[in-house]
């Protein structure tokens, strides 16, 4: 028998982050995140929900109204109620597609609680989190990796020298800028990926990434330029809605946030030219709907990545401990450290004081 499942939650508010993190069109230095525990009587699991301004449809206000929300959802009856780890999963899925559609983070928080507390044995101590943030699951080797130069945030003129600078720590499997910048033009874009190929050489995927900034009829002229500058593939090259017209062409494209949309990401997936997909669990919807999108993706031999949206430590490790099972994840995955994941100490120690036995 299950043993009764308790909630907390944490709000962490004003995380500054290391350094300036960005996509085409914002910047963020500080972040908003909610720790999640889960427990029952020896173990605990813990996840996090940190939306992303401007970029994820809900905030840090939805996350704690679904996850409160869920608290009736794990122990309907309040008298500690066994239930199967499969059938809690599937309660929790049937909850957010119901009530909280839309609530990506937060049903990533739960579902990474719930995996970690029904298959790690981590001890009920007061160190809890600060076993799990010790490196339960560290990154993975750099030629699994994809490294963002820069949080984002940088010039393309900075490219090649970022680069340059990373490369001493190892050689990654891919590399990524962001392109289409509202901070940059292009042809400085084109300039700054032929000084990265440069410095990177041929063995190393050069990934971009437009976040939807290209329009349809500028798309096709817009990737053979980035094709002729050394790119080898683009993310999100349009709005969501004209990525079913993208043709093939030198460069291939992967989905990324248009599979956000749950109306329409399985007809991106079965009907578009896409070359991969960049999964998000705090932005698709959790990891049942990651591992649903990756398997459509499989069944048209199209492989797969998993990345975050600048998370903390906590939801770094549930990334990092579920890659493995994700179908036809052979794309490079952004799971090393980047300039949001350090830890905020005060917060460890709240949540671990939280869940103390």
Same mark, same amino acid.
Not at 12 to 15: A, G, M, Q, Y
Not at 50 to 59: I, K, R
């Given at each position: 028998m299950t043993p009764r499942v308790t909630f907390a939650a944490i709000l /962490? $508010?004003? +995380?500054k982050l290391a350094g300036r993190v960005a996509? $085409?069109? +914002?910047?963020?230095? %500080? $972040?908003? +995140?909610? /720790?999640l525990a889960l427990a029952n009587d020896t173990h605990v699991g813990f996840g996090e929900a940190?939306? /992303?301004? &401007? @970029? +994820?449809? %809900?905030?840090i206000a939805d996350v704690l109204r679904a996850l409160q929300d869920l608290v009736a959802q794990l122990d309907p009856a309040g008298e500690g109620e066994s239930i199967a780890p499969t059938e809690l999963f599937a309660r929790m899925a049937s909850r957010f597609a119901h009530a909280w559609p839309r609530v990506s983070s937060a049903q990533f928080a739960v579902e990474s609680a719930l995996w970690m507390l029904h298959t790690r044995s981590l001890a009920r101590t007061e160190d809890a989190l600060g076993q799990l943030l010790q490196g339960l699951t560290p990154a993975p080797p750099s030629a699994q990796c994809c490294w963002l130069l820069g949080g984002g945030a940088c010039a393309p003129e900075q490219w090649a020298d970022l680069a340059a600078r990373a490369l001493q720590r190892g050689v990654p499997g891919a590399v990524k800028v962001k392109v289409a910048s509202t901070r940059s033009d292009f042809s400085s874009e084109l300039s700054g990926i032929r000084a990265l190929r440069a410095v990177l050489g041929p063995a190393v995927e050069l990934r971009t990434d437009a976040n939807g900034g290209f329009a349809l009829l500028d798309a096709p002229a817009r990737m053979r330029a980035l094709a002729d500058a050394g790119a080898d593939s683009l993310e999100e090259p349009c709005p969501a809605h004209d990525l079913r017209s993208v043709d093939? &062409?030198? /460069? $291939? @494209?992967y989905l990324d946030e248009s599979l956000a949309d749950h109306t329409i990401a399985h007809a991106l997936v079965d009907q578009s030219n896409c070359a991969g997909l960049v999964l998000k669990p705090a932005v698709v919807g959790g990891w049942v709907r990651a591992m649903d999108l990756a398997r459509a993706a499989a069944r048209r031999g199209i492989p797969c990545a998993i990345s975050h949206i600048f998370d903390g430590p906590v939801a770094m490790q549930a990334l990092r401990t579920l890659q493995p099972h994700v179908p036809a994840c052979t794309l490079p995955s952004a799971l090393d450290a980047h300039e949001g994941s350090a830890v905020d100490e005060l917060a460890a120690t709240q949540l671990s004081k939280f869940v103390r036995v």
């Open positions: /962490l $508010r004003n +995380s996509n $085409r069109t +914002s910047q963020w230095s %500080e $972040r908003e +995140s909610v /720790l940190a939306p /992303l301004p &401007g @970029f +994820s449809h %809900e905030n093939r &062409g030198p /460069l $291939r @494209f």
